[in-house]
């Protein structure tokens, strides 16, 4: 492996877990439930419809493949794809209000080793 | 010179007894036992909608088409209104939010048919019969154009056209008693919304 490609993946990791833009995200699969560090976004979005715009919510994380190894957490299906849909996820907001999504999409960045997932809003 | 004050247009009137109705008529369905969230709905809105509004219906004019017989004083219109329907929905451990929304979305838009073709609603709420016709002209999903919208927003729209005489004398469009409950339009925030007083 190129030192540099492995000085990448490193930095990937550290960036996403420890670098100091991390939120604690806690992910629920059936049972399990394991608490990992990594990026967590909520910002406006314009829903653009050909009718009026609707003012909605992008939420995603973005999180690396290690932090998911270390707590055993299972990211890939049988065919050893990256397959996180349905997964639960919640974390909290700047006033420490914590919300509840669920993956909708998962874009695997199998080069560095990070994962960005789309999230959709959850009620139970 | 004209020597009276232009009253509302038949199109103008129109598309505000579509609201009043559209209010009307979801307050009862709620009352009957709808399973639904009672739609917001309002008119002309331009003003981008939050997503805690939702659902939204927005009643808009769009165009009229001279028809036919036009005489000295009068013309027969085809107007064309658009009714838009905005939905949301989280995803539950039983149902997905997208297909949630979706069927919210659609629901909502067959009702809205239901409603304005049920023959009781073909005056509206008008006593004076100058509507000549109407039909639901097409329903129609407006597809998402991105994927990351954790409110599952969904959108669509129906093109109704109501058909009625067109004057310059003073029609007023007298209001009807066809329904039990009282639709104010007032003006909000956010622009013009429909609400039962």
């Known amino acids: ?124 | 010179m004209l020597n009276n004050l232009i009253p509302a247009q038949a199109f103008e009137l129109i598309r505000d007894a579509i609201g009043r109705v559209l209010t009307a008529e979801f307050a009862n369905q709620m009352t009957l036992g709808a399973a639904i969230i009672l739609p917001n709905i309002y008119l002309e809105r331009t003003c981008p909608i939050d997503k805690e509004e939702l659902p939204v219906i927005n009643v808009i004019y769009a165009e009229s088409q001279n028809y036919d017989e036009n005489t000295s004083f009068t013309s027969i219109f085809d107007n064309k209104f658009l009714i838009e329907v905005y939905t949301n929905s989280p995803t539950t451990p039983t149902t997905d939010g997208d297909k949630k929304s979706a069927l919210a979305n659609v629901k909502l838009m067959g009702m809205i048919r239901a409603i304005l073709m049920d023959h009781k609603n073909l005056y509206l709420d008008f006593t004076d019969k100058f509507i000549q016709s109407r039909k639901v002209q097409s329903i129609a999903r407006t597809q998402p154009r991105i994927s990351n919208d954790a409110e599952n927003t969904i959108s669509g729209t129906l093109e109704v056209h109501y058909v009625a005489e067109e004057t310059t004398e003073t029609e007023t469009g007298t209001l009807g008693i066809l329904f039990n409950t009282v639709v104010k339009l007032e003006n909000t925030e956010k622009g013009y919304k429909f609400t039962i007083i």
């Open chain 1, 1 to 124: 492996m190129g030192k540099i490609l492995d000085l990448a993946r490193n930095m990937a990791n550290m960036i996403l877990t420890s670098f100091g833009f991390e939120s604690d995200i806690t992910l629920t699969k059936d049972d399990l439930t394991v608490i990992i560090q990594g990026l967590a976004l909520v910002h406006h979005l314009s829903f653009d419809t050909e009718n009026q715009t609707v003012n909605s919510k992008n939420a995603h994380i973005t999180v690396s493949e290690s932090s998911l190894i270390a707590v055993n957490f299972p990211y890939r299906n049988a065919k050893n794809e990256v397959f996180l849909r349905g997964v639960l996820v919640s974390f909290e907001d700047s006033n420490g209000i914590s919300k509840t999504y669920i993956v909708k999409e998962n874009f695997a960045d199998e080069t560095l080793g990070t994962i960005v997932l789309n999230l959709g809003l959850y009620v139970e």
